[in-house]
């Protein structure tokens, strides 16, 4: 079945610093992969979504990546701060999103 | 506005209770889904429901039942309540199901703790 793994454990990294997610998928190809960012207490918000056609997405200081013979997307924060600190989850695109497990960034000061 | 908002935002109740959680969206969106986040902020499907017709049915008990009175609303209905019911549950919506449009816009969560 489908699968989709992301790194369970919180990522820590200092403010300034680039953030770099990953999401690795099997028993799938997915056309699109999506982001979204998770605060405490809310819903997710969509952030980016990546066709496996495109190498490369940015907004502003989001990047994300869509490597199908890894079968892996990356997502990277540059210039980050404290406000980026959330759950990011990344999800498969099809007739129905199955997400990962979210990974935890927190940005210190 | 509130672009999918679901009501009540906490839900506190005995097991063997029946309970609602409702939801409504304001984005003209023709597909609405409720989804389930456990205690290890796995988010996985319920339901979807496609122009108030069932779409996606995953392995839910048959004590969740959704209702779709129109495409703006989706209800979700919850007989004899168990302690593993406990979890946030979320509404959300998007234009179309499936494809690059299948964008999720998700209300805040209703946090349903069954004691």
């Known amino acids: 079945s489908q699968k989709i793994e992301q790194n369970s454990e919180a990522l820590n990294i200092q403010e300034g610093k680039t953030a770099t997610l990953t999401c690795n998928y099997t028993n799938y190809s997915p056309a699109y992969l999506q982001w979204y960012r998770q605060d405490p207490g809310r819903g997710p918000v969509f952030l980016l979504l990546?066709?496996?056609?495109?190498k490369e997405k940015r907004k502003e200081r989001l990047k994300v990546t869509f490597d199908t013979t890894l079968k892996q997307s990356l997502f990277h924060i540059t210039a980050s701060q404290p406000a980026d600190s959330a759950t990011y989850l990344c999800a498969t695109q099809g007739g129905k999103l199955i997400f990962g497990q979210g990974t935890e960034l927190s940005v210190k000061p | 506005d509130t672009a999918v908002s679901q009501t009540p935002k906490y839900l506190v109740t005995q097991m063997g209770n029946d309970k609602s959680i409702k939801c409504e969206q304001n984005l003209g969106h023709d597909t609405m889904y409720w989804y389930k986040q456990d205690s290890k902020k796995f988010l996985k499907i319920m339901f979807s429901y496609n122009n108030k017709e069932l779409i996606i049915n995953e392995t839910v008990p048959n004590r969740f039942s959704p209702k779709s009175p129109d495409k703006a609303h989706l209800n979700l209905h919850i007989n004899s309540l168990e302690l593993g019911d406990s979890a946030v549950y979320f509404c959300?919506?998007?234009?179309?199901?499936?494809?690059?449009?299948?964008?999720?816009?998700f209300g805040a969560g209703t946090r349903l703790s069954v004691l």
């Open positions: 990546i066709r496996k056609n495109e």
């Open positions: 959300a919506s998007s234009q179309v199901l499936g494809g690059a449009k299948n964008i999720q816009y």
